[in-house]
């Protein structure tokens, strides 16, 4: 049984990295989100965009090669895409 919880363990180790990982790059979609938030300022073009975020729902199904479904990836990135336009208000 002991070595069932190490593996266990181990495993727990490898989610807390890819954590880690995910906070990284959300933070760093946010800062490109806000470069994108003021150049459309400067250019006076409309900050959301609805066909470019149709755009990226499709890639993200393109790409998705699972287990997770394309539902659950959508559902993940609707939540994104709601806190990067609270961060462009």
Known sequence: MSEIVKEIENL???IDRIDEKLIE???ERAKV???IRDLKA???LPIFDPKREEEIFEKISAKNKGPLYD???RGIYEAI???MKDLES
């Open 12 to 14: 727990r180790g490898m």
């Open 81 to 83: 895409l709601h806190c």
């Open 25 to 27: 790059s959300l933070n």
């Open 42 to 44: 400067q250019g006076e």
């Open 33 to 35: 989100v806000l470069k």
């Open 71 to 73: 539902d659950a990836f």
